[in-house]
Nanobody
Framework: QVQLVESGGGLVQPGGSLRLSCVAS????????IGWFRQAPGKEREGVSS????????YYADSVKGRFTISRDNAKNTVYLQMNSLKPEDTAVYYC?????????????WGQGTQVTVSS
């Protein structure tokens, strides 16, 4: 069974950090480009970051550039999203996904999501 499972979300104060993990089961993650998305209440889901399977090149949305870092550990079949200097506007459900097209962030399969809440 092909599955993506996110973890690492939680409640953090503004300025704090979290590291999200996306673990794949049932398939080998290193053949896939992976994206992180988020959806805040009342807003559309947006692409946050992606990482290529080919050369490890990365993309970041302007809203997170310089604060978030995406990485992959193929030996652990896992992709990470390190989030630093978190802001209340980063509050959302975060999803990882396999990407059929990295340029357009067209999604093939979604994980179930993990909640991130940034609040004092």
């Amino acid at each position: 069974q092909v599955q993506l499972v996110e973890s690492g979300g939680g409640l953090v104060q503004p300025g704090g950090s979290l590291r999200l993990s996306c673990v794949a089961s049932g398939f080998t993650l290193d053949y896939y480009a992976i994206g992180w998305f988020r959806q805040a209440p009342g807003k559309e889901r947006e692409g946050v970051s992606s990482i290529s399977s080919y050369d490890g090149s990365t993309y970041y949305a302007d809203s997170v550039k310089g604060r978030f870092t995406i990485s992959r550990d193929n030996a652990k079949n896992t992709v990470y999203l390190q989030m630093n200097s978190l802001k209340p506007e980063d509050t959302a459900v975060y999803y990882c996904a396999t990407l059929r097209d990295i340029a357009t962030m067209y999604v093939d399969s979604w994980g179930q999501g993990t909640q991130v809440t940034v609040s004092s």
